[in-house]
């Protein structure tokens, strides 16, 4: 199972850290996904987990950063400079069987956590 947490209503130029704690069957890559309303699910990070190698959709390069902590299971989203077009609810996801950027490979979703941004 997957917890994410830490989404809020924020202004632009913010902070924001999210969370996604994970349960049962932890050993392995977990990634974040994101929707605005309206939009499709697109890819934003992924962290594989024997690596650690980091993976980022190009269009957050530089402001996001994906980081887990193994000793409790949890994965990290921390965004800097936030932009009213980084409104989404946030997923995490967990146990990718292929594209890490594809929604449909990822086999554990968390249930998303909500992130406004005011202009």
């Known amino acids: 199972q997957l917890q994410a947490s830490g989404g809020g209503l924020v202004q632009a130029g913010d902070s924001l850290r999210l969370s996604c704690a994970a349960s049962?069957?932890?050993?392995?890559?977990m990634g974040w996904f994101r929707q605005a309303p309206g939009k499709e699910r697109e890819f934003v990070a992924a962290i594989a987990w024997r690596s650690g190698t980091t993976y980022y959709a190009d269009s957050v390069k530089g402001r996001f950063t994906i980081s887990r902590d193994n000793a409790k299971d949890t994965v990290y989203l921390q965004i800097i400079s936030l932009k009213p077009e980084d409104t989404a609810v946030y997923y995490c996801?967990?146990?990718?069987?292929?594209?890490?950027?594809?929604?449909?490979?990822?086999?554990?979703w968390g249930q998303g956590t909500l992130v406004t941004v005011s202009s």
């Open positions: 996801a967990a146990d990718p069987q292929g594209t890490y950027s594809s929604p449909k490979t990822w086999r554990s």
């Open positions: 049962g069957r932890t050993s392995i890559s």
